[in-house]
């Protein structure tokens, strides 16, 4: 069983930063391929940003290519988002999640997920 917990979410202006962390408790070998997710007001979810277990292998949606980077520690088991010049369009609730899969993209099917944190860009 893998816990995900979001945090770093907040209110920034356009073109402002910021860098969403997720902590993972629990089986590692469930964390084989991680990614962020984000859903925003009236929108379907879509896949942000992924990774696989070695950091081999990184994907990002068209949306957010050049702007955002995912990373992550494995000694702290922890996955981060760093977001740079942020839109208005960004604004979403953001989900960390993970699968055991050692097929990692926007394909896969993430058994994992955390409970959220917001993201709001607005002057």
């Known amino acids: 069983h893998v816990q995900l917990v979001e945090s770093g979410g907040g209110s920034v202006q356009p073109g402002g930063s910021l860098r969403l962390s997720c902590t993972i408790s629990?089986?590692?070998?469930?964390?084989?391929?991680m990614a962020w997710f984000r859903q925003g007001p009236g929108k379907e979810r879509e896949g942000v940003a992924f990774i696989d277990k070695l950091d081999s292998r990184r994907g990002y949606a068209d949306s957010v290519k050049g702007r955002f980077t995912i990373s992550k520690d494995n000694a702290k088991k922890t996955l981060y988002l760093q977001m740079n010049s942020l839109k208005a369009e960004d604004t979403a609730m953001y989900y960390c999640?993970?699968?055991?899969?050692?097929?990692?993209?926007?394909?896969?099917?993430?058994?994992?997920w955390g409970q959220g944190t917001q993201v709001t860009v607005s002057s």
């Open positions: 999640a993970a699968d055991r899969s050692t097929s990692c993209g926007s394909w896969t099917k993430f058994s994992y």
């Open positions: 629990g089986n590692t070998i469930s964390s084989n391929c």
